[in-house]
């Protein structure tokens, strides 16, 4: 059941502002992180935030919002279209008199929208991914254009997120504003990156290549299994360090027990805060065939570690190939051990690209840029 929490009113741009996030869930992922992001980013400034989960689940980032006095709601969304879920969502706007209503991937912005129409509140959307392959269907041809002319606000989290709008969903070009996902930086802490490579039996001057991921066919680590073994062979004093879990997992640990790979491979499984497992990488890897923004990329790339990653979605926007990493084209693991060789093999050329992509995280990818650019989008 939706609580009736409303909290206090807040004052913003000179007037009172409240924004309910409608979302899947709060579990672990980039889209969750950017919620809690505007959320915590914007009570500074006097914003008030709720959110409401669909699918019935609140998940850890929202049972962490809730303990710090942020409202989260649940509704058990059912199968096909659910039109009472409709009627709870306008509940929630109109009890808590809301002023937007930010609706984060497609299906909650169907139902935020049909639950925000005749209220005060005004809609935004922000598209954060796309699925692997991406798909035409025609009732988008039909249904978008309206609701995109009716939302305020249209974002997507990428230029290559903004094509696909175009293209897969029919909406406008010139409807839809960009705004990159943004992180609060990480800070490295020697002495705990020390104790991780311990722990995982690492030796301290050991070359570390890894990656922080959901393992998903979607990320395609069995590939970079693959260009590790090639990389390996070269350098055996090196290691690949898999932190995460996912449906994937089993399948990745036997690729690489075939490819004789599994005494430099290490897989942690879930870690719920990866900082330093992270810290304890020399180059972080994202072997996608797509992605959006990459949060862990980010993360990578606020700790000062240069990348090597595939060229889809909105990784280009995100790497400058040469500058502060290096890109490859999909599925090539000969050019994703070629790319790990070049870094190994030159640490001055490998120093600089990570100072570049600090330099480039600050400047562009902050959590501070982003909550700047969505409270503008609020007041407006």
């Known amino acids: 059941m939706i609580g009736d929490k409303s909290g206090k009113v807040s004052q913003h741009l000179g007037k009172s ?35 409401l989960c669909i699918d019935g689940q609140i998940g850890p980032i929202g049972e962490a919002l809730e303990k710090s006095g942020t409202p989260v709601h649940k509704v058990a969304r059912k199968q096909g279209f659910d039109r009472s879920l409709i009627t709870a969502i306008r509940k929630r706007v109109k009890e808590g008199q809301f002023d937007v209503v930010h609706c984060h991937q497609y299906t909650p912005w169907i139902y935020g929208w049909l639950a925000a129409l005749g209220t005060q509140a005004k809609v935004v959307f922000t598209e954060h991914g796309r699925f692997y392959p991406d798909r035409y269907r ?9 609701m995109a002319l009716l939302t305020p606000a249209v974002v997507a989290i990428s230029n290559a997120t903004k094509d696909a709008l175009v293209t897969y969903e029919f909406i406008p070009r010139k409807k839809i504003q960009v705004v990159y996902n943004g992180i609060s930086p990480l800070k490295r802490d020697d002495l705990e990156v020390q104790k991780v ?6 030796p301290q001057d050991a070359f570390v290549v890894g990656t922080v991921s959901r393992l998903d066919p979607v990320k ?17 004093d090196s ?29 942690t499984g879930f870690i719920n805060n990866p900082v330093h497992y992270l810290s304890a990488m020399d180059v972080f890897l994202l072997s996608s ?29 995100i790497v400058n190939h040469g ?55 609020y007041g407006e």
């Open 17 to 51: 502002l409240k924004v309910l996030h409608v979302t899947f869930n709060m579990g672990i992922g980039g889209t969750e992180q950017v919620i809690r992001q505007l959320v915590q980013g914007m009570a500074s400034d006097g914003v008030e935030s709720e959110i």
């Open 138 to 146: 025609y009732k988008a041809m039909l249904v978008n254009p309206l």
């Open 197 to 202: 490579r311990e722990s995982l039996r690492i």
């Open 220 to 236: 395609n680590q069995s590939m970079m299994l693959r260009a590790f073994k090639e990389f390996n062979e070269k350098y055996p």
């Open 239 to 267: 290691y690949l360090l898999m932190v995460g879990d996912g449906p994937d997992k089993e399948k990745l640990v036997a690729l690489a027990k075939e490819l004789g790979i599994d005494e430099r491979t290490v897989f």
């Open 289 to 317: 065939h797509t992605e959006g923004t990459s949060m862990t990329l980010l993360e990578a790339m606020s700790l000062g570690i240069p990348s090597v990653a595939t060229r889809v979605g909105g990784n280009p926007e």
């Open 323 to 377: 500058i502060t990493g290096i890109l490859t084209e999909p599925d090539q693991s000969s050019a994703f051990s070629t790319a790990m060789n070049k870094l190994y093999q030159d640490p001055v050329f490998r120093k600089l690209q990570g100072k570049a992509a600090q330099k480039r995280f600050f400047e562009k990818f902050s959590s501070e840029v982003m909550v700047c650019l969505y409270r503008k989008i």
